[in-house]
C-alpha cells in the first residue's frame, strides 16, 4: 500500500494532465501532465476560470461538458481541439500545434467551496486522429456529402455485373448532374455550392432503399446503383428523385437561376460486356437530359 503522503507525487506523476473543475469552470487543481512532448504545462491554471483564459466559444462549450457529466454522473467522453494560444496564462512549455484532445469528464462526489466539481483528465489523440483523417481518405465515404465515394461504387457495380451475367439479374444505374452548378458558385459562392452538394447527399440518404448504393462520382456528379431493378422501375424512381431535388433545392434558387438535376438512366442489358459499357449509356442518356433543357430524366 502506498501512504497517503505518497498520494500527491502519484497524482504529480501522472502523464495526462488532470484538472479539478468546479460547476462554474473555477480550474482548482491540476495533476500530472508530465508527458512534456505532447503537454504544456497547466499548473498556472489553479484559481482561474474557463470564461477568462480560453475564448468564449470554447469556453462555453467546456461549461455545457461540465454541467453534463454533473447532470448525469456518468463518465463523458469528448474530442475537441485546443492549442496553447487558446488558453491564456500558459506557460510556453509544451507543443506550439493544435492538439486534438480526448476529455474524459467525471463528476465527483464531494464539493470545494461550496461548489460541484469534476475530474477532467485530458490525453493527447492528436496521431490517432491524423490517423483517423488518413484512414477516411482511403475509405469508401466521400467527405462533403457523406455519400460513397467512386472506389465503392466501382466493387458493387463490378459485382452486380456478375449476378447479371450469372443469373441475369439487372441493375439500373442513375448517373445525374446538377444544373447551372457553375453559375450558383459563380453568383451565391462556393459555400451556397458546397450546401447544395450536402443536400443531395441528405436526400439520397433519405430516399433511397438499404441496398441502393449512392456515390458522388465527382465534383457535381453523382451515381445511384440500384440493383434487381428493370429500366421501367428505374425511370419511375428516378422521376420521383427528381422532383425531390426539384422541391429541396429551391430554397437554393434565385430569381434567374434554378438548382434542379439531370438524370440518366441504363440497366444492364446482355450487350454490355463490363459494368463501364452500362455506365457510359447511363452517361450518354444525361447527356441528353442536359441537351434537351435540363431538370428531366432520360433513359438510355
Ligand atoms: N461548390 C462546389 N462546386 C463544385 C464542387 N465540385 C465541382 N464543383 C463545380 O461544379 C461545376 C460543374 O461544372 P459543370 O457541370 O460544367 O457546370 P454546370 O453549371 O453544372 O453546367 P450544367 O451541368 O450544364 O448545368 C464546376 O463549376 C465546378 O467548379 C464542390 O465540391 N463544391
Avoid at 5 to 31: C, H, N, W
Avoid at 175 to 196: C, E, P, Q, S, V
Wanted: hydrophobic fraction near 40%; glycine fraction near 8%; charged fraction near 30%.
Amino acid at each position: 500500500m502506498i501512504s497517503i503522503e505518497q498520494m500527491p507525487l502519484v497524482l504529480q506523476a501522472l502523464p495526462d494532465p488532470v484538472f479539478i473543475l468546479t460547476r462554474t469552470g473555477k480550474y482548482v487543481s491540476v495533476f500530472g501532465g508530465r508527458d512534456a512532448r505532447y503537454y504544456h504545462d497547466g499548473s498556472g491554471l489553479v484559481g482561474c476560470h474557463i470564461a477568462d483564459v480560453v475564448e468564449p466559444e470554447k469556453a462555453a462549450w467546456f461549461l455545457e461538458q461540465i454541467e453534463l457529466a454533473l447532470e448525469t454522473g456518468q463518465l463523458l467522453i469528448r474530442e475537441y481541439e485546443l492549442s496553447g494560444g487558446d488558453v491564456e496564462g500558459l506557460q510556453d512549455e509544451g507543443p506550439e500545434e493544435p492538439i486534438w484532445f480526448e476529455g474524459r469528464i467525471q463528476a465527483l462526489d464531494f464539493q470545494v467551496e461550496g461548489e460541484d466539481v469534476v475530474l477532467w483528465v485530458a490525453s493527447n489523440i492528436s496521431e490517432r486522429h491524423d490517423l483517423e483523417i488518413k484512414l477516411r481518405e482511403f475509405g469508401d465515404t466521400d467527405e462533403l456529402t457523406g455519400l460513397f465515394n467512386r472506389r465503392k461504387l466501382e466493387r458493387d457495380l463490378s459485382l452486380n455485373h456478375e449476378m447479371f451475367d450469372r443469373y441475369a439479374v439487372p441493375t439500373s444505374i442513375l448517373m445525374f448532374d446538377i444544373d447551372n452548378l457553375k453559375r450558383i458558385n459563380d453568383t451565391l459562392g462556393h459555400y451556397a455550392g458546397d450546401d447544395i452538394l450536402m443536400a443531395i447527399g441528405t436526400i439520397c440518404r433519405a430516399e433511397l432503399r438499404k441496398t441502393d448504393v449512392a456515390c458522388r462520382f465527382g465534383g457535381d456528379e453523382f451515381v445511384i446503383c440500384l440493383p434487381n431493378t428493370g429500366l421501367e422501375n428505374a425511370v419511375h424512381f428516378a422521376d420521383r428523385l427528381r422532383e425531390c431535388f426539384r422541391r429541396e433545392l429551391s430554397r437554393f434558387s434565385t430569381a434567374d437561376l434554378v438548382a434542379t438535376v439531370s438524370i440518366g438512366v441504363a440497366t444492364t442489358v446482355p450487350e454490355d460486356r463490363t459494368y463501364e459499357a452500362t455506365l457510359k449509356r447511363a452517361d450518354d442518356a444525361l447527356y441528353q437530359a442536359k441537351r434537351t433543357g435540363k431538370n428531366r430524366v432520360v433513359a438510355a
